[in-house]
């Protein structure tokens, strides 16, 4: 190797103008063909290397030589030459990545395909049934997921510590144990609180769906998920009768699972309803005739509703008389309502014949393709 390297004995300017312009054209001559990456990586290390590179030789052995004084000039010319060389490497690299873009594309394979992105099927079916009431006239409301006790339970006449709580097992935020009652935080546990926020925010005629997600601390099982979806109905407006309520029930469900569907009602209990009804819908599975899905009684049981509590337009009768001590919008005595609440996943599941909702959670593509 050291017999490579050049001899320099002189360190004045034309000695160094004639060593340099040599070590230049050595340079030049090599950096012609530059032309694949392999080529390039070992011109790289031959010039370069950081022990055995040329460079690092050539300069350790003349500025060893060297006078003090011409040591400046020595690395500067070094420093010129590196970046020669740096240049080289750089402009083969591009060049390289030129012609194998041009070359290496064969056109006879297949394409990137990117797969188009679909609603998840919980989303889907969110909008179907939205969609449902849309035409009846219904528009959308929406409300947050934390929620206060007030909105959530107090107002729609679950009274604190009423036995009517345990029905939805609450997660309540940490830390609320200083603030008042009504105020505290938790996860909402059903879509109702926005029945309450609509009202008070604006007067009746009414007519809204709150599609959303609720939380209730149950354990996960096929049919059960501690994080799951809604949608609310509401229609407040003068003479509206549980006929109104049936007959646009009636209505949807024919719409949702097809017009041979039957819809009937069962006396049930919610605190903010009154009348309370559990909503069956003869079997989509057998058409009534009776099979495992419906436990043989050719019906399945599929929302609650009910006409609203008068207790529940006294409470938000309280609220809005906060900002207007004479409202009376909605007096019971010339107002009525109804109100219905559906769980999204049992539909779904229903409407696609999924046996385990944990299949919606999961993310597992092989389930979600089908929804393509
Ligand atoms: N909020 C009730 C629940 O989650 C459902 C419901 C809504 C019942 C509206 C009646 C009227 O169980």
Redesign the pocket.
Known sequence: MTDNIPQLTTFDEPALNGAFATLAAEVREASASLTTSDAQENFRLHWLGRKQGRLKLISDAWLKSAPAEAKKALGIRFNQLKQQIEEAIESGAVATAKSGATQEIDISLPGQIRQPGIAHPLLSTMHEVVRVFHHLGFSTSLGPQVESDFYNFEA?NFPPNHPARD??DTLQIAGQQSRPSRDRLLMR????PV?IRTMIAQAPPIRIVIPGK?HRNDAADATHSPIFH?I???CVDTNITFSDLKGTLDYAMKALFGSAVKTRFFPSF?P??EP?ADVQISCIFCGGTGCRKCKHSGWIEL????MVDPAVFAAVTAERRKLNPDDDAYNPEHITGF????GVERIAMMLHGVSDIGHFYSGDMRFLEQFA
């Not at 546990?189 to 109702?192: E, Q, V």
């Not at 929302?303 to 009910?306: I, Q, T």
């Not at 109100?339 to 559906?342: L, N």
């Open positions: 729609l029905t939805q546990t059903h879509t109702s029945q609720v809604q609310e109905g509401l919610f903010f309803t309370s929302l609650g509703c009910g109100a219905f609440g559906m």
